[in-house]
């Protein structure tokens, strides 16, 4: 069974930084591709960056640079430096790894999210 734990959420400033963490944890193989999303209050949920096993990011649009997705494959664990925060980067953010465990078998977990909260 595989788990991914996220941390590094919290309350800052318009204007200020986060950085989140992701740890993945369990039988695992090998980690295909991790990614953020966030679900905001009353809004669907969003992909907000991907990284592949081979370090290459991906963004969502909207996020116009202020985001930096970086990860260490050898302790299969995904950051995202959050910088120039504004109101509207108020949600919980959840952290996707799909993986191979050491069966070989293909799956993805989900973690349970981390708040963040970007004050006016």
């Known amino acids: 069974q595989v788990h991914v734990v996220e941390s590094g959420g919290g309350v800052v400033q318009t204007g200020g930084s986060l950085r989140l963490s992701c740890t993945a944890s369990?039988?695992?193989?090998?980690?295909?591709?991790m990614d953020w999303y966030r679900q905001a209050p009353g809004k669907e949920r969003e992909v907000v960056a991907s990284?592949?096993?081979?370090?290459?990011?991906s963004y969502a649009d909207s996020l116009k640079g202020r985001f930096t997705n970086s990860r260490d494959n050898a302790k299969n664990t995904m950051y995202l430096q959050m910088n120039n925060l504004e109101p509207e980067d108020t949600a919980v953010y959840y952290c996707?790894?799909?993986?191979?465990?050491?069966?070989?078998?293909?799956?993805?977990?989900w973690g349970q999210g981390t708040l963040v909260t970007v004050s006016s």
């Open positions: 996707h790894a799909d993986f191979l465990d050491d069966g070989a078998y293909r799956g993805e977990a």
């Open positions: 369990g039988n695992i193989f090998v980690i295909n591709f």
């Open positions: 990284i592949t096993g081979g370090g290459s990011t």
